[in-house]
């Protein structure tokens, strides 16, 4: 006897797909909606050394850069520790001279 069934093809979506969906993983970047094991993979997968190039890989970090702090974090996890550039003593020296001439003028 063939029974019949209303619900054999015709389950929920969400029933459904549950248990084929891979486990979520958090929003680092919530501009450009970017996960941590999306960053985790490109950094895994590619020649990544800076929050730069984890923005070039995955776009995370290309908006306000809220999340650039969370991605040198992940960065730091896989030993990978980002060299940020040194602004020189005279550099900063010659900026403040120049503020105070054109203030004094
Ligand atoms: S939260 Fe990543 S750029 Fe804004």
Redesign the pocket.
């Known amino acids: 006897m063939i029974r019949k069934s209303t619900n054999l093809y015709h389950e929920e979506p969400e029933a459904a797909g549950s248990s084929l969906e891979a486990p979520s993983s958090p929003v680092v970047?919530?501009?450009?909606n970017v996960t941590e094991s999306q960053i985790r993979y490109a950094i895994a997968c590619g020649q990544v050394l800076s929050v730069r190039d984890v923005t070039q890989d995955t776009c995370?970090?290309?908006?306000?850069?809220?999340?650039h702090r969370d991605i040198r974090r992940i960065l730091l996890d896989h030993g990978i520790e980002e060299k940020r550039p040194v602004q020189s003593k005279n550099a900063a020296i010659e900026l403040l001279a120049m503020m105070n001439a054109t203030t004094t003028r």
Do not use: P
């Open positions: 970047c919530r501009c450009l995370a970090g290309g908006g306000c850069t809220s999340c």
